[in-house]
């Protein structure tokens, strides 16, 4: 079946760094690849979507790529703020009628000041 | 747009008694709403998806008399946890999509509810 295979956490680094969170994935088909954001004792945000191949993903100084030759959605971001601490879940939707959401497990970034 | 509200935010309960977990679109129609289940530091797991006016569809392994599913309308979906039990304490969180579910659909996810079963 469908997966996502996400970097282990957690990731800390200092303000202003650049962050890299990798996202891979196995999939039939043509899946739409997303990332979310789960800031502490909150639900999930949609942070960015990419739907086809090479299509790039961008919010909030975020972006990724979707890599259909290495299967891959890689997170970016230039120069990580504090507020930016969170959970990252990479997810895939499938190319059929009635699959389901996969979910990586998530990866925990901590940026400190 | 797209946003999900969910409710209450956090609940506290007694052994045995149920608990019902609201969740709504508020600005379009969700044709499919699913609800998940978060233990700490781990990933969502899903545990049913419900159409509008269906019967639910539960994931394997999720007790569907404990987890009752209603989707009454196309902008709210309740979950009610029945006779809850401690191991029940979770954060529960739902989402809703425009279509039937997968086929690239973007999900939109509620702030989730955390509850707490003594």
């Known amino acids: 079946g469908d997966s996502v295979t996400q970097m282990e956490g957690p990731v800390t680094l200092s303000e202003e760094a650049f962050l890299t969170i990798n996202c891979t994935y196995t999939?039939?088909?043509?899946?739409?690849l997303f990332w979310y954001v789960q800031y502490p004792g909150e639900g999930l945000q949609l942070l960015l979507k990419a739907t086809k191949a090479d299509d790039k993903g961008s919010n909030k100084g975020f972006e990724a790529t979707y890599r259909k030759e290495t299967t891959s959605f890689h997170l970016e971001k230039g120069s990580v703020q504090v507020s930016d601490s969170a959970v990252y879940f990479c997810a895939l939707s499938g190319d059929n009628y009635g699959q389901n959401f996969v979910f990586g497990p998530g990866t925990r970034l901590s940026v400190l000041p | 747009g797209a946003v999900v509200s969910q409710h209450p935010s956090r609940v506290i309960c007694k052994s045995g008694t149920s608990v019902k977990i609201e969740c709504r679109s508020l600005?379009?129609?969700?044709?499919?709403m699913f609800w998940y289940r978060q233990f700490p530091k781990q990933s969502l797991m899903l545990m049913a998806t419900?159409?509008?006016?269906?019967?639910?569809?539960?994931e394997q392994g999720v007790e569907k008399d404990k987890f009752l599913i209603n989707h009454a309308s196309l902008t709210l979906s309740t979950l009610t946890v029945t006779s809850a039990h401690p191991e029940d304490s979770s954060f529960y969180i739902c989402s809703a999509s425009l279509g039937l579910g997968g086929y690239q659909e973007t999900q939109y996810f509620g702030p989730g509810t955390r509850l707490l079963v003594l």
């Open positions: 600005d379009f129609q969700a044709t499919t």
């Open positions: 419900s159409n509008e006016g269906s019967k639910a569809t539960y």
């Open positions: 999939a039939t088909g043509y899946p739409s």
